[in-house]
């Protein structure tokens, strides 16, 4: 499942799409109430058995009768369904959606099994680096905001971590480290490290007791967090449980359809600009919500004849604003919405006796709400968009346009017929680098020869001197080549 996870994914969305068009030739018709019933029209029985359910239903209650006398005639109940020569079409829906829950319940799991494990490693490794080289959670405390800071706070005193990160003598060197400053049994608590240097005797303990002891709880705490709060993982679960109730009232795989924003990348921006500038925008929205109240209040106490509509014939007046609840809420839905504000979808004051006042009144309104507040939260998602689309724009540039490894420009190194091509995929290539660090990883120190150890000792100390940063054989034998020129 893991290998043909998007291969999955791309056939749950077609199935998605085909549902979806299917759900176009569905049409709302009312049931009828005489005698005969409503016409067969390919949904079976349903009409029949709710027009069957409605006397019984009256006879229950007697005083219904009395009571509707003098009121309106109740609304003609509605079904939804398809047309009689279409009626294989529902057929294929309920097995295309069988299918369709299928494909995404084994989305959940190939991911789950493909990329949590990576997701997971580099948590561990951030927390592993964060305590070695910036001494967080040990000289320094993460800020308030990171949410995901504090949670990891949690598993420096497993006695387990790091479990999937290759490097498993982090808190060894992170105690060395910082052993002058802190005490050492202080430091061995909380990174969770036995005091004594040496190591405890194994329980002889068996049985289901034991091994419940010996399951490091707390890092399964911190894991099961890592992985529920996974961007993709919580929306595998939601397409899963949307596909499921599909499967009770079809019209729920409509939302499936954004999967093709979250699966094409050039659409992917457009919802990361919206979720760019999160905390902004909240912060925003509350501040709007707090000058409508303030609105609200002045309309309640000094404005309320203004929103007040007439009714039909026999109904009483539309009162907006005389409870300050109904009120904040026509400012919120009809106010905020309205192009010139709250004066648009309100009595106009000609002739009141308040008229300056309320002029100014809507004015300030139109300002302060749709001017001001509105362009700001609109400002948010352009310029997130925009910086979205300039970072990807800049990484693709820069790949294209200059090694990875060196850095030196394709303008240089195209001096010669494919310079560049051959530089980036024999000389400096980045999947060579990768493969000899994984070589450094897996291989036993003492093995090492003596310019391993010089490359091991500087990735130890994340310094990346040893990459040769403006310079390659071209460089070093321009002259050979006739002083560069080619």
């Known amino acids: 499942l893991a290998r043909n996870f998007f291969q999955i994914k791309f ?14 030739f569905y049409k709302v018709s009312q049931i009828e109430s005489d005698e005969e019933g409503a016409e067969d029209d390919g949904m079976g029985d349903i009409a029949a058995e709710l027009a069957d359910d409605e006397p019984a239903e009256e006879a229950g209650d007697p005083g219904e009768d009395a009571e509707d006398d003098g009121g309106e005639e109740e609304d003609p109940e509605e079904y939804i369904h398809v047309e009689q020569q279409f009626w294989y079409l529902e057929r294929c829906i309920n097995i295309l959606g069988m299918i369709h829950c299928l494909f995404s319940l084994c989305m959940l799991i190939a991911y789950y099994n493909l990329k949590i494990p990576l997701a997971i490693f580099k948590r561990e490794k951030q927390v592993s680096r964060k305590m070695e080289f910036d001494g967080i959670y040990i000289a320094e405390q993460p800020e308030d905001d990171d949410l995901n800071g504090h949670w990891d706070k949690m598993v420096i005193s497993a006695k387990s971590f790091p479990v999937n990160y290759w490097d498993k003598f982090v808190k060894k060197r992170v105690r060395e480290k910082y052993s002058e400053t802190f005490e050492f049994d202080a430091l061995s608590e909380i990174l969770g490290m036995d005091k004594s240097a040496i190591p405890a005797d194994p329980s002889s303990e068996t049985g289901i007791i034991a091994t419940l002891k010996n399951v490091d709880w707390r890092y399964q705490t911190w894991q099961i967090g890592v992985t529920v709060t996974d961007s993709t993982f919580l929306y595998l679960i939601f397409y899963f449980v949307f596909s499921v109730l599909g499967n009770f009232n079809y019209f729920f795989f409509a939302a499936h359809l954004i999967d093709v924003a979250i699966g094409v990348p050039a659409l992917r921006i457009i919802l990361q600009a919206i979720t760019y500038n999160g905390k902004e925008l909240v912060l925003t929205v509350g501040l709007l919500s707090i000058v409508c109240y303030i609105y609200t209040v002045l309309a309640f106490n000094f404005f309320r004849e203004f929103y007040v509509a007439e009714g039909e014939e026999g109904e009483d ?170």
């Open 11 to 24: 056939f749950a969305l077609v199935i998605a799409f085909l549902i979806n068009f299917m759900l176009l």
């Open 317 to 486: 007046p539309d009162q907006k604003c005389h409870d300050v609840f109904t009120c904040f809420v026509f400012h919120l839905y009809q106010g905020v919405r309205a192009g010139g504000g709250i004066g648009d979808v309100i009595e106009p004051p000609d002739g009141a006796d308040n008229e300056y006042v309320r002029i100014l009144f809507d004015f300030s309104f139109f300002l302060f709400i749709t001017l001001i507040l509105l362009a700001i939260i609109q400002g948010f998602i352009i310029d997130a968009f925009g910086a979205l689309r300039d970072q990807l724009q800049g990484v693709e540039d820069e790949l294209a346009g200059n090694c990875f490894i060196c850095s030196i420009s394709s303008d240089y190194l195209d001096q010669i017929p494919h310079g560049f091509d051959t530089h980036v995929q024999k000389e400096h290539n980045l999947a060579n680098y990768l493969f000899f660090l994984m070589y450094l990883i897996n291989k036993d120190e003492s093995d090492y020869t003596g310019q391993e150890t010089f490359v091991w000792n500087m990735y130890q100390e994340r310094c990346w001197d040893f990459f040769p940063a403006g310079d390659c054989f071209r460089k070093q034998y321009e002259s050979e080549l006739g002083g560069g020129g080619g």
